[in-house]
Nanobody, 121 residues
Framework: QVQFVESGGGLVQPGGSLTLTCAAS????????MGWFRQAPGEEREWVAD????????HYENSVKGRFTISRDNSKNIVYLQMNSLKPEDTAVYYC??????????????WGQGSQVTVSS
């Protein structure tokens, strides 16, 4: 069964940095594009970034472009999200999933527990 375990979140001041890690299992990781999504209280889950399965192609939501970097290690079934210059509006629970064929979509119907990121002074 497909599983995602997100970690690395925490409380950080505006302008700070944080790196999230997602450990995936239950599917052929290297065959799927991967993505990060986030959900703030009272809001719908939104797409943040994705990365192709092998060639390193990435896409980012406009508000995080230039500040966040998504990467992956296929030998470890891990995807990362390096977040710099964090803003209060980045506050949310962050989730990972296999990315669908179109930007902003996801492949698997189940989600991990997510990792809470709180940006506040």
């Amino acid at each position: 069964q497909v599983q995602f375990v997100e970690s690395g979140g925490g409380l950080v001041q505006p302008g700070g940095s944080l790196t999230l890690t997602c450990a995936a299992s239950g599917f052929i990781f290297s065959s799927y594009a991967m993505g990060w999504f986030r959900q703030a209280p009272g809001e719908e889950r939104e797409w943040v970034a994705d990365i192709s399965s092998n060639d390193g192609t990435t896409h980012y939501e406009n508000s995080v472009k230039g500040r966040f970097t998504i990467s992956r290690d296929n030998s470890k079934n891990i995807v990362y999200l390096q977040m710099n210059s964090l803003k209060p509006e980045d506050t949310a629970v962050y989730y990972c999933n296999a990315a669908g064929p179109r930007a902003g979509t996801y492949y698997f119907g189940s989600w991990g527990q997510g990792s809470q990121v709180t940006v506040s002074s």
